[in-house]
């Protein structure tokens, strides 16, 4: 069983659209983030939810907005997608441990 | 400013010999220091987590040290494989962020561990 899964893994989509990007646990964990990785590999946070509740809002456009229906899962929707959006965006959670645990990443393209 | 820096050059090291990766802070006061690894198209897996008042910590042929002095630390594999070949993160969680859990991740180093 996969504990963090993204869905999709890709996605090519033209500038300006709308898209939205799933995440879902099994871990049981509480806290829930977005990261974004930049082609210089730098993972930066954009999002935290902890059960249900926004803890983190970094310095990210308004056009990308987490929205987190319970706590086993955090979805990331953006609207008028840009070229600078080109990305991998992770997905990951953490309980008591403090460990994170990864999905696989969302590679999204703007074209 | 804060700073949370790796060594951006690739660590080439021979089979069995011991990897040390590096990862140094500047203006942080962390509660403490993660390592991930990372594959190419993967999610970063964790590795270890050594706290401010922790000097070393050991997992299998893992080795984590922390200097809050030399706001530093070391990473250490022991008799590498080319399986050990990844980039390697390194993450604070600097105090007060404890209930927000929000990780600061360094670069990352490159290992290639070679036959």
């Known amino acids: 069983d996969t504990a963090v899964s993204q869905t999709p893994k890709y996605l090519v989509t033209q500038m300006g659209n709308d898209k939205s990007i799933k995440c879902e646990q099994n871990l049981g964990h509480d806290t829930m983030y977005w990261y974004k990785q930049d082609s210089k590999k730098f993972l930066k946070i954009m999002f935290s939810y902890n059960n249900k509740e926004l803890i983190i809002n970094e310095t990210v456009p308004n056009r990308f907005s987490p929205k987190s229906p319970d706590k086993a899962h955090l979805n990331l929707h953006i609207n008028s997608l840009e070229l600078g959006d080109s990305a991998v965006y992770f997905c990951?959670?953490?309980?008591?441990?403090?460990?994170?645990?990864f999905g696989s990443g969302t590679r999204l393209t703007v074209v | 400013s804060q700073k949370i820096e790796q060594n951006s050059e690739a660590l080439n090291i021979q089979e069995g010999k011991t990897a040390t990766l590096t990862c140094n802070y500047t203006n942080y006061s962390p509660a403490y220091l993660q390592w991930y690894r990372q594959d190419p198209g993967r999610g970063p897996v964790f590795l270890l987590l050594i706290r401010e008042n922790e000097k070393e910590k050991r997992k299998e042929r893992l080795k984590v040290t922390f200097d809050t002095t030399l706001k530093q630390s070391l990473f250490h594999i022991t008799a590498s494989q080319p399986a050990d070949s990844a980039t390697y993160l390194c993450?604070?969680?600097?105090?007060?962020?404890?209930?927000?859990?929000?990780?600061?991740f360094g670069q990352g180093t490159t290992l290639q561990v070679k036959p």
């Open positions: 993450a604070l969680l600097a105090r007060g962020s404890s209930n927000t859990g929000k990780l600061i």
């Open positions: 990951a959670s953490t309980g008591a441990d403090y460990g994170y645990t």
